[in-house]
């Protein structure tokens, strides 16, 4: 009788061993979430600094009273702001403002420009620019415009490394190439 005992105990000890094995199956397990982060956030106020340099072609007329063939350097600034209607399309609107030098003058640039581009990953921007604005020497004045592109890539949550490249044309009324001066630069932006 023993035996008996000993082997139902048994029996009733696996029994229980296998029920509690098989609730643990069927209690639900809630999935931990998954974190994404954010990534680079193109829209909203910037401010940047940049640094570059410009060359006048070899035309006949001038560009903004310049000498032709001039290589000069730029040091400049610029505020912004930029808009994402729809993914991925950007939208912005920006001010400039450059110091430009070489050794025979210096002059300031300023202009208003409109930026459209694309969002091509979270942390690289492709845009066109364009604008009007003035060139201002001592005792010059001249309305300039200026067409180009750039690229643009996030570096940390909020500083950003930007290459661009502009030609640049005056109002003088002159028959000259719609282009008579190219513009490249590099800048760091801050985006609030």
Do not use: C
């Not at 070899?58 to 729809?86: C, E, H, K, Q, R």
């Amino acid at each position: 009788m023993s035996i008996r005992i000993l082997l139902a105990g048994a029996s009733l000890a696996v029994l229980g061993t296998v029920a509690a094995q098989a609730a643990d199956l069927i209690i639900p397990m809630t999935p931990e979430p998954i974190y994404e982060a954010a990534g680079f956030s193109w829209e909203g106020l910037y401010v940047g600094a940049r640094a570059g340099g410009q060359f006048t072609g070899t035309d006949a007329s001038l560009y903004a009273g310049y000498p032709i063939s001039t290589t000069s350097g730029v040091l400049g600034a610029a505020v912004g702001v930029n808009f994402l209607p729809m993914e991925p399309f950007l939208i912005g609107a920006e001010v400039t403002g450059d110091y430009i030098w070489n050794n025979a003058f210096s002059t300031g640039e300023f202009f208003a420009n409109l930026r459209a581009g694309a969002v091509v990953t979270d942390s690289v921007l492709v845009y066109a620019i364009g604008g009007l604005g003035t060139n201002n020497r001592t005792g010059f004045n001249q309305g300039v415009y200026q067409l180009g592109g750039g690229v643009e890539l996030a570096v940390t949550d909020v500083v950003s490394v930007r290459g661009e490249l502009v030609g640049q044309g005056d109002f003088d009324g002159a028959s000259d190439p719609f282009f008579e001066a190219a513009k490249a630069t590099v800048g760091v932006y801050y985006h609030f």
